[in-house]
């Protein structure tokens, strides 16, 4: 299992305010507040916690198949400015992001030695389905390429949890898989 997450950066300086009163209380416990409140950049902060706990939660919910809203359920620890987990419960995922002056970007998995394949594209219309549809579609051209399977009998569809899952010749595959947009990018991350 796996999950992911993009933030777009600019479009969140727009589109959000984090400073608004509660929003760091709902979302964010003291100490993760601390870190945000004493970082050099506190809005690129809010969002890399942000983008770890939703690749973290969108995780848990494959895992587990149970959804919940409770952002300062999942706590986020750093190792370093990209690396880190986020702790759900007595579980505890390892995240890998990348920082970039766009977005951020964030793949959270079971254990550190999960090999993936990954991919982040820029994409110009910001409706949400022009994105999904765009976002399968690649999502969908990679694993083709790269498990030698026919690209017009791969399809997506979401489980009775709203998990998406990947099917060839009305087959369940066995390939684990996660998908995410926001503002102008997508991104898609499998194995």
């Not at 300086?13 to 608004?20: G, L, M």
């Not at 998406?164 to 390939?175: G, V």
Request: hydrophobic residues 35%.
């Amino acid at each position: 299992m796996i999950g992911n997450d993009i933030v777009d950066l600019n479009n969140m300086a727009t589109q959000s305010n984090w400073k608004r009163a509660r929003f760091l209380d709902t979302v964010f416990s003291e100490k993760e507040q601390l870190i945000i409140s004493v970082s050099e950049n506190p809005h690129q902060m809010v969002w890399l916690f942000w983008s770890m706990k939703e690749a973290a939660y969108k995780l848990y919910v494959q895992q587990f198949g149970k959804r919940f809203f409770n952002p300062k359920k999942l706590v986020c620890r750093l190792f370093s400015s990209t690396i880190g987990y986020v702790s759900i419960e007595n579980r505890t995922y390892p995240t890998t992001s990348i920082i970039s002056n766009d977005y951020i970007y964030t793949v959270a998995t079971l254990n550190n030695s999960q090999n993936y394949k990954s991919a982040i594209f820029e994409v110009e219309d910001k409706s949400y389905l022009t994105q999904s549809n765009s976002l399968k579609n690649r999502l969908l051209e990679s694993i083709s390429k790269n498990k030698d399977l026919n690209f017009q009998d791969l399809y997506v569809r979401k489980d009775l949890v709203g998990v998406p899952q990947l099917f060839y010749n009305n087959s369940k595959l066995p390939i684990q898989f996660s998908l995410t947009h926001c503002g102008n990018y997508c991104g898609f991350v499998y194995f």
